[in-house]
């Protein structure tokens, strides 16, 4: 079982920034894949940014060239700048790791942009 801390998020205005935070225990091996998905009210799920093995990234179109995923200080952590935010970015912020091919989930932590 791996847990997901998720810290960071808020209410910003637009154009604002963000930091989030996630991490699992550092004595937990094969977490292969990190990322963060955003859901917002009344909408499926989506990713916003992956980070696999540690060196590849994946955006969604829509936060490209305004979010940045990179590893934590600490192992099995990543974080999630987010600049230029936009009241479309609202939603709750997922952490996921894949760890030998099974998916973990953490609880959420909530992104408001007003406009």
């Known amino acids: 079982q791996v847990q997901l801390a998720e810290s960071g998020g808020g209410s910003v205005q637009a154009g604002g920034s963000l930091k989030l935070s996630c991490a699992a225990s550092?004595?937990?091996?094969?977490?292969?894949?990190m990322a963060w998905y955003r859901q917002a009210p009344g909408k499926q799920r989506e990713l916003v940014a992956r980070i696999f093995e540690g060196l590849q990234t994946t955006y969604a179109d829509s936060v490209q060239g305004r979010f940045t995923i990179s590893e934590g200080a600490a192992k099995n952590a990543v974080d999630l700048e987010m600049d230029n935010l936009k009241p479309e970015d609202t939603g709750v912020y997922f952490c996921?790791?894949?760890?030998?091919?099974?998916?973990?989930w953490g609880q959420g932590t909530q992104v408001t942009v007003s406009s």
């Open positions: 550092t004595r937990i091996l094969g977490i292969s894949e």
């Open positions: 996921y790791a894949r760890r030998l091919g099974v998916p973990f």
